[in-house]
């Protein structure tokens, strides 16, 4: 580790216990799902960010064609800053690019085929316009993209979620990273 890294950690003392996980990925992935159930088997507070957005109106207005909220990045960051410092949420979202790298210790992008995103999306209500957006957004990969030019790749993990057996063996996965990052954690504070 060079001493520019070095620098940017803080001492073990003073850094998380507990991980910040972020689910991202395009809607109908399976995100909402997946947060919630890798929040209860690892014992993290989950955050749904479109509902930060919606309820603390960090957004700059209503989108009508698309059926959405305009997102001001700089406010849904300002809310979220104090949540995340401490460690021990999971952050769902459709989007990544704008959040600090320094806030997760995992970005997991869940992929699906295009065909189950159709489906999904339109057993929501979703506009065709939407569901046209969306599931050329997963042929093109931008989720995986923006958060690949984001976050190191050390922190990425892309994950399929087609059937619910893909999700269990997510949600194990996104749970044994929890616990092996508390227990790194203790034993760099034991060795302190």
């Given at each position: ?22 689910i ?16 209860a ?7 749904t ?10 957004h ?9 909220y ?15 410092a ?13 959040f ?34 969306n ?18 790749h ?28 508390r ?7 034991e060795?302190?």
């Open positions: 580790m060079d001493s520019d890294q070095e620098q940017q950690q803080p001492p073990p003392s003073k850094r998380r216990t507990n991980p910040n996980v972020l991202t990925g395009t809607p109908g992935t399976g995100k909402t799902t997946t947060a919630e159930m890798v929040a088997a690892a014992g993290l507070e989950k955050i960010v479109g509902d930060l957005v919606k309820h603390r109106k960090l700059d207005g209503y989108n009508e064609e698309y059926d959405t305009w997102l001001n990045e700089d406010k849904v960051v300002d809310e979220m800053e104090g949540m995340m401490d460690g021990g949420m999971c952050v769902e979202f459709h989007t990544c690019g704008f600090p790298e320094r806030w997760f210790d995992l970005v997991v992008v869940l992929r699906t085929d295009t065909e189950m995103i159709f489906d999904r999306l339109e057993e929501r209500g979703y506009k065709g316009n939407k569901i046209q957006e599931v050329e957004c997963e042929i093109m990969q931008v989720v995986l993209d923006e958060a690949r030019e984001s976050y190191s050390d922190i990425l993990l892309e994950l399929s979620s087609n059937t619910v057996d893909d999700m269990e063996a997510n949600v194990e996965r996104i749970a044994a990273f929890a616990e092996q990052f227990q790194d954690r203790l034993n760099e504070q060795a302190v």
